[in-house]
């Protein structure tokens, strides 16, 4: 079975960033995050993850206040480095495609698709990635927050897509997320980790050892498109 971890900053405090990192290494697993800003961390030398870019072109939706080029080219000055993106709320479009692989980059993961993750390559010669899997969505579905309600595929790839705020405030429920989302740059999520109910947090650890049990070593996207060049 072949896994990868991917993780959506979300302009997130890097106290939830540093913790998510932190459990990674712990279990000896590797990971892709998605950045929507600057963390000194992500840009660390010897990162043991990836890093790719995580553009918000949403406002241009609402009011074109600025442009793609100028989202893209202010992020990848920060990720230089960076092989992959995933937008924010998976925007994106033929233009935002093209750009992005005339800037060098490799692959984009903006589809989801339950039924396990695939591969493709684009007009724009972008490698595209599905992912099959987020938490966010699995929120929204009301099921359990367990195991059982996570699809695995043995024949295709699996691509698990994960938020740093939703496993450090370990997130129950939409509701709880959407009371406090306001407050995700800002240290004062520290005191508002939930220890009360089964939440996206224990699921993740509940992930990493089944992972363990299982001897499965997570690979990061830039590495399977490199696998399979």
């Given at each position: 079975?072949?896994?990868?971890?991917?993780?959506?900053?979300?302009?997130?405090?890097?106290?939830?960033?540093?913790?998510?990192?932190?459990?990674?290494?712990?279990?000896?697993?590797?990971g892709?995050?998605?950045?929507?800003?600057?963390?000194e961390?992500?840009?660390?030398?010897?990162?043991?993850?990836?890093?790719?870019?995580?553009?918000?072109?949403?406002?241009?939706?609402?009011?074109?206040?600025?442009?793609?080029?100028?989202i893209?080219?202010?992020?990848?000055?920060?990720?230089?480095?960076?092989?992959?993106?995933?937008?924010?709320?998976?925007t994106?479009?033929?233009?935002?495609?093209?750009?992005?692989?005339?800037?060098?980059?490799?692959?984009?993961?903006?589809?989801?698709?339950?039924?396990?993750?695939?591969?493709?390559?684009?007009?724009?010669?972008?490698?595209?990635?599905?992912?099959?899997?987020?938490?966010l969505?699995?929120?929204?579905?009301?099921?359990?927050?367990?195991?059982?309600?996570?699809?695995f595929?043995?024949?295709?790839?699996?691509?698990?897509?994960?938020?740093?705020?939703?496993?450090?405030?370990?997130?129950?429920?939409?509701?709880?997320?959407?009371?406090?989302?306001?407050?995700?740059?800002?240290?004062?999520?520290?005191?508002?980790?939930?220890?009360?109910?089964?939440?996206?947090?224990?699921?993740?650890?509940?992930?990493?050892?089944?992972?363990?049990?299982?001897?499965?070593?997570?690979?990061?996207?830039?590495?399977?498109?490199?696998?399979?060049?």
């Open positions: 079975m072949k896994v990868a971890l991917s993780f959506d900053t979300d302009w997130v405090n890097k106290l939830a960033l540093e913790y998510v990192i932190d459990l990674l290494n712990y279990y000896d697993q590797k892709t995050f998605f950045a929507t800003n600057d963390y961390i992500l840009s660390a030398e010897h990162l043991p993850h990836e890093v790719g870019l995580h553009p918000n072109f949403n406002h241009l939706l609402v009011n074109g206040n600025s442009n793609y080029k100028q893209i080219d202010e992020l990848f000055e920060i990720y230089p480095n960076a092989k992959g993106f995933r937008s924010h709320s998976l994106t479009s033929s233009v935002i495609l093209n750009y992005f692989k005339s800037l060098g980059l490799k692959y984009d993961s903006n589809i989801y698709h339950p039924d396990g993750a695939i591969k493709f390559k684009d007009f724009s010669g972008l490698q595209r990635f599905t992912h099959n899997y987020v938490d969505g699995h929120l929204m579905s009301g099921l359990d927050l367990t195991l059982d309600n996570i699809k595929s043995k024949k295709n790839l699996n691509i698990f897509c994960f938020h740093p705020i939703h496993i450090y405030l370990n997130i129950p429920s939409l509701s709880y997320y959407e009371r406090i989302k306001h407050l995700v740059p800002s240290e004062k999520i520290a005191s508002l980790r939930n220890d009360k109910q089964k939440g996206i947090g224990n699921l993740f650890i509940d992930f990493l050892e089944f992972l363990k049990k299982k001897k499965i070593k997570t690979k990061t996207l830039i590495s399977i498109v490199k696998d399979n060049a």
